[in-house]
């Protein structure tokens, strides 16, 4: 690569760092329960060999009943023995992630358009969209494995490469065991590749190698997918929630037929493709793509959806030519139209985080309709100096916009993110834990009420807690069962608090909520005192801690 | 014999468009009920519901009535007088008579676009007709919208005549009717716009361009007759997205947590998040996202299936699906089709898409449809020549199609409470059960907070328009100056709080459940209120105060003696 591109290469992935890495413990506010559980698994992983539940180096930890992968959290172990456990680490391997990403999307941009400049605009795009930069920030592990995806479709790329396709089918696989959605949308893309690809990979022996080594590679998930942990989360995620369409039910409801003709007039297979439909479609409506924000709470980019607004023009220009010259883009048609399948099997409407390689494909295609202009402008007029100044306006304009769309998507990260949506971020536990931690010995039980799920996951995290005492206090036999419902530990209970029945004790700790540890009925029992209101930044109580002594 | 049965083809694809949007037992919409009751006015007093005689703009209580449409009924109310069918039976033979005119209009084409020459030319012209006369949203705009069906077949005419370049008659007439769409409907004045530039360039050249001036001068005699309707014009176009004083606050608030929160580019007492939000960039983003805003696919294609999205929108999820899921993708093979073998076509995709741009929300696309239809048919017919899968292909769109058309007439005869508007729904089924209220009560109060009561009251009731001119109270004035009626002789048509108000005996009061008594845990249990009976209960209404329940209650005042 010569200098210039090195340099503004740089500059992109400069910025792209800076976004993901600048105050990743202050945005999101606070660890969700998932970023948690991969932080707490790789601490027990790095200091016992084993995770939550004891389980030696496994492919996937139990975690809450779905069974996490565990590849991100060997990656965040060096991480956590370096930087310690807090939120830093924990996120750091979605930020670099999200970083390296760019890079990628760089190289593969430039093998597919032949050219640096719509990888340039490609990588820029990406390194400043919304959807890239707020899930580089979270422990996502899609991120990661969106990134072995990437690089999976870049060493397929370049197959001629001695070690190429090997490294490709290994990188695909990483991705598979990384994320669910990769579980189907990488064999069909690879397939689809394979089948495109078909004249060009003549050398059969070295295929059958591949085939072998790929399968080979496969052996560990397939014991998965037959024991269920590989599968776990789809049976809460499953589009079979909408079997029979609640739409149909409404109309049969309102309008009895019967026989052939109620079969034709009200169908509940149509009904149901119309569901499946309605979802495909919305992965590419430009509201979802420019307008909405998330539905989803720990998904939501503040004021913001998936892509910036200014990439609309480039986005459907690109499109536009792409799909007209189809054959020589038929991998990023191919990935495009496979791209939603594994999210519209689901039951949501527009789940962001199912669909990042659609995302990514938007980027090549913006970078392509940048370009496009571009060489426009350049070929507008013969008159050199025209041409010279056109190309800078477009330049300075798409930069100026840019930039200003990464720093508005900076301040709503770093600004309104933890002022106006904390409450999607569990909190309280961050700042009360400290407490929790300094006064733990003084007392016999330590009682958590929270209004969050899953606060055994937090109180592990943020107190430390040893993995070896952990595991040596687990009550194996009842968290055997399946969905778990007991979380205690040591000197932790997790359950309900209701004074009436609870302040009768003595050297007990209780961490609660207003609702569950009133003011007034502390203060009206002899040896009860609230030792600290934890609050939130709308200065509402969210976390109350009360001793009894 | 060639031509008597094109001439009978035409006919019979004539009648079927008629026969698909006859619809008149559905609930008027807002818009029917403001326009008809303003011809009624016309017809009996000379005069609009404002009091201006014979008006060229009409004022409504929220909107701009479309002018058009209300003369356009003006006979058909005069014969059948006001109900359902009078003010329906003008939008859709305006409809069925612009299926004629688009078949017409695609004929003339033939001698511009190779694609119309072929064998497959008047497949192409008879599938487009199909697509028409079958397409959900220009069912459903055929029956309930007559400004755009009237706007839509001015702008075909207008075209049409301007194809006989050397009759200047009709080129005249042309100019005339374009210049007459906005005021059917104030949307498609960039399509009929660009369509006059188009023209006046294809005859005069460059010169030709200053036709487009003349819509520009339309709307500026428009607004001078009315400056409200400046005020209107701009609150419904991709302008008002752009003035400052609609995003300022935002800009403000911003800053405003920024300071709060002391933002890392809070440095050194100098504010330079000013750089991120400011007046400039905020307009340019708000461009994007007017340009964006029409694309809405949960919109146009399934708002049943996707309620959850767009419940946190303006827009309301009870609809009809406008184009079918299976559509879009062939449309958009089309369009590229269409730029490949037919590029002269897309001046009437450019004309559409001004609309839709300009007018910045989903509805605006339907001045895109026609293209999108041709488009659709270059599509179906490419997908039918191909190699492989060609015929499987066709006749699974096929089937898809016939399926997607039965669940649509379906839905549209069979389920009206699952589609029609709820303040539409709710208003006739108020309307239907108060007969001539006022003879039975010294006094009733209807809530207007499901909709505006008073045009519904006055279409369903046929209440004198001299009278409703003489009597009625004017409320205040509203954000976008204009005055909303407040009652017609002792007729209120405001919220209430029954508990707070003036009760007599004798009195009726519509409203929502928490209006009588505030938020309850079971409404439904509730037969009596204070100093009244509930009479009458309508379940399942759907509003957004939480508060207010999901019932709405006939009450009569009852004092115990």
Known sequence: ?549 | MKKAFTIFLIGVIFIVCLIVRFQFDSPVTYQEATESYNSYSLLLTGKGVNRERWPMIFKGEENFPSTLAIYTRLPFIKILGLNNFSVRLPAILSGSLSLILFLFWIYQQRNFIPILQRSEGKILITLSGLLFTFSPWLIVQHIFNLADSLALLLILAGNILHSFRNNKTFWTLGVVLLLLSPLASVKSLPFSLFILSYQGYKLYGRKGLGLGLLSIGTLLILIKLNSGFGTYFIRNSIISDIIPSNYSWKIERRLSYDQVEQSTILVGGKNLNRLIHNKYLYGLNNVFLGLISPFNFEYLSSPFQTQPLLEKESISPKALPKIFFLELPLMLLGIIIVFKKAPKLLFLGAAGLSSAVFSGSPDGLFYLLLFLLIAEAIALITIYHLKKFGFTLSLLILLLFCTSQISFFDLLKNHQTEWVAENDLRQWQIWNRLKNPLNNYSKITVTNRLGEPVNYFLFYNKYPPGDYQAVRTLGGINEDLIRQVRSIKNIDFISFKYLESDRKPNQLWVGLAGEFVGKFNSYKDVNEVSDGKVIYKINGVKQSDQYLGDELWFVETRFEK
């Open chain 1, 1 to 549: 690569m010569k200098k210039l591109e090195i340099t503004i290469l740089m500059l992109i992935i400069l910025l792209g760092g800076f976004l993901r890495l600048y105050g990743l413990d202050k945005s999101p506010p606070s660890l969700n329960w998932d970023e948690a559980a991969f932080g707490y698994n790789a601490y027990s992983i790095l200091h016992t060999g084993r995770d939550e539940y004891g389980k030696l180096l496994p492919l996937f930890t139990r975690s809450f009943d779905e069974y996490k992968p565990a590849i991100p959290i060997y990656l965040m172990i060096p991480l956590i023995a370096i930087l310690g456990l807090n939120e830093v680490s924990v996120r750091m391997v979605s930020a670099l992630s999200g970083i390296f990403s760019a890079l990628v999307i760089f190289l593969i941009a430039r093998k597919i358009f032949r050219s640096s400049i719509p990888g340039y605009f490609s990588a820029f795009f990406f390194a400043i969209s919304p959807y890239s930069v707020y899930f580089s920030r979270v422990m996502f592990e899609v991120n990661l494995a969106l990134l072995f995806f990437l690089l999976g479709f870049l060493l397929f790329l370049y197959k001629d490469k001695k070690f190429a396709l090997s490294l490709s089918l290994f990188f695909f696989i990483l991705s598979m065991y990384t994320y669910n959605s990769f579980r189907l949308l990488t064999p069909l893309f690879a397939l689809g590749l394979f089948l495109l690809s078909r004249n060009e990979l003549s050398k059969k022996r070295i295929l059958i190698k591949n085939i072998l080594f790929g399968f080979a590679l496969l052996l560990p998930m397939v014991q998965s997918v037959l024991n269920g942990t590989a599968v776990a989360r789809f049976q809460y995620t499953s589009i079979l929630k909408f079997w029979p369409p609640p739409l149909w039910e409404t109309l049969v409801q309102n309008h009895n037929l019967s026989g052939l003709f109620s079969f034709i007039i009200h169908n509940q297979f149509f009904y149901f493709f119309w569901e499946l439909a309605a979802r495909y479609i919305g992965y590419f409506s430009p509201a979802n793509l420019f307008l909405r924000e998330s539905a989803e709470p720990t998904l939501l980019i503040p004021s913001l959806a998936i892509l910036n607004p200014f990439e609309f023009i480039f986005l459907s220009l690109g499109l536009f030519y792409i799909l007209r010259n189809y054959p020589l883009y038929k991998q990023l048609v191919l990935l495009m139209l496979l791209a939603p399948i594994p999210a519209v099997i689901t039951w949501n409407l527009f789940q962001s985080i199912r669909v990042l390689p659609l995302f990514v494909v938007f980027s090549f295609i913006s970078g392509y309709g940048a370009y496009l202009i571009l060489r426009a402008l350049r070929s507008f007029s013969s008159e050199k100096n025209l041409q010279t100044f056109l190309v800078a306006i477009f330049l300075v304009g798409t930069i100026t916009v840019g930039l200003w769309s990464a720093f508005y998507l900076f301040d709503s990260l770093m600004v309104i993110l933890p002022m106006s949506y904390f409450g999607n971020w569990q909190p309280g536990f961050k700042q009360s834990m400290p407490i929790i931690s300094h006064l733990q010995d003084q007392y016999d039980q330590i009682i958590i009420d929270s209004p969050h799920s899953n606060a055994y996951i937090f109180t592990l995290f943020y107190l430390k807690y040893p993995p070896e005492k952990y595991l040596n206090e687990l009550n194996y036999e009842k968290i055997s069962i399946s969905p778990r419902n007991y979380y205690d530990f040591g000197k932790f209970k997790f359950r309900k608090i209701y004074w009436p029945d609870d302040r009768g004790g003595h050297k007990k700790l209780f961490m609660g909520t207003v609702y569950s540890l009133p003011e007034q009925d502390i203060k009206n029992t002899p040896n009860a005192k609230i030792i600290e209101d934890i609050k939130d930044p709308s200065g509402a109580v969210s976390v109350r801690i009360v001793s009894l002594d």
